[in-house]
């Protein structure tokens, strides 16, 4: 089986209390699918709020799912036994935005790496601990010297490698990186993109990049997954998306991309509108409300992903479903 990760139906939908009733709930995810294989790199991409972070924190049951199954190698996240979450966990760690709120300021360099290795029961002893520790400081360019420091003395950057050290240290299969980039530099942005990706290749990950920089994405994913409104509603290659993009809310994104390559710069798509409450999310295409090409069927029925040709690009669009049916 090649597939690492297999996400079916993922919901999460958060109370809504306006402090005098209950009103309909949050829809933060509506029905997400997807599948990642090993050693790839899947981005996920969309507009805030419209679920990339919440999809990240329910794979990991750090937030419980409403509904919907998740498969890490074939065994279920969801339902499992706190011994067997803790054993799925391992296998899959997260890079949060900021390193400084996850890093423990009171502690060592040394006990932040070494807390997984001793928790997962990976190495015994003092002096082995401490070997591994170096070596995860090696490994995302680090002198191991600074294991005798604290957080507060290093840059974000730096800061950041020492959070991808600390989720490297289960050895885990599987990377969930919820923006983990957007804080830094542009300098040290590209840094740490060179960092992931090199990793990936040295040991084998698959990255789950969750990232709102469509410019960073395209030059480091494999597939990319487009969010809107709780749903994925275009995934594929990335060629296919950026090259080719069959939803109006992707080409809308992609429009806002800066380039200096003028052969590559896109007319501007500027959305009108707001972007609906999922609270309360617009009957049939919840993209409806936003987009340019809009017609009549679009407010009656919610269109599904269908696969654009045999390409594996699959697209949630009636525009698109009419283009495929054509050339057929």
């Known amino acids: 089986m090649n597939e690492l990760l297999d996400v079916s139906q993922l919901k999460k939908y958060f109370p809504n209390n306006n402090g005098f009733r209950a009103g309909s709930p949050i829809k933060a995810l509506d029905g997400v699918t997807f599948s990642m294989k090993r050693e790839e790199t899947l ?75 001793t928790n997962f029961k990976l190495e015994k002893g003092r002096s082995a601990i401490d070997d591994r520790v170096a070596e995860l400081l090696k490994m995302v360019g680090l002198p191991p010297e600074t294991m005798r420091r604290y957080p507060h003395e290093f840059s974000g950057g730096q800061r950041q490698r020492i959070a991808i050290a600390r989720a490297l240290a289960s050895n885990p299969d599987l990377l969930i990186c919820d923006e983990a980039v957007s804080a830094l530099d542009v300098s040290v942005k590209a840094q740490i993109v060179n960092l992931l990706n090199d990793l990936k290749e040295q040991l084998g990950l698959a990255n789950m990049f969750i990232s709102h920089d469509l410019a960073i994405v395209e030059h480091m994913t494999d597939r990319v997954a487009v969010m809107y409104l709780g749903i994925i509603v275009e995934i594929g290659d990335r060629d296919s998306v950026f090259l080719q993009p069959a939803h109006p809310y992707t080409r809308a994104l992609l429009s806002s991309v800066p380039t200096i390559d003028a052969s590559k710069r896109r007319e501007r798509i500027v959305l009108k509108g707001e972007v609906p409450s999922p609270a309360n999310i617009p009957k049939g295409c919840r993209f409806r409300t936003r987009c340019p090409l809009a017609f009549g069927l679009c407010a009656e029925e919610e269109p599904k992903l269908r696969e654009i040709g045999d390409t594996g690009h699959f697209a949630a669009c009636h525009l698109s479903e009419e283009s495929a049916t054509a050339s057929a």
């Open 43 to 117: 981005s996920i991409v969309g507009e805030s709020g419209c679920g990339k972070s919440t999809l990240g924190r329910t794979i990991l049951r750090l937030s419980e799912p409403t509904s919907g199954n998740v498969w890490l190698d074939g065994f279920p996240v969801g339902g499992a036994s706190p011994r067997d979450l803790r054993r799925l966990r391992q296998r899959m760690q997260v890079v949060f935005q900021d390193p400084a709120s996850s890093l423990n300021p009171h502690m060592r360099i040394r006990g932040t790496l070494a807390e997984p290795i």
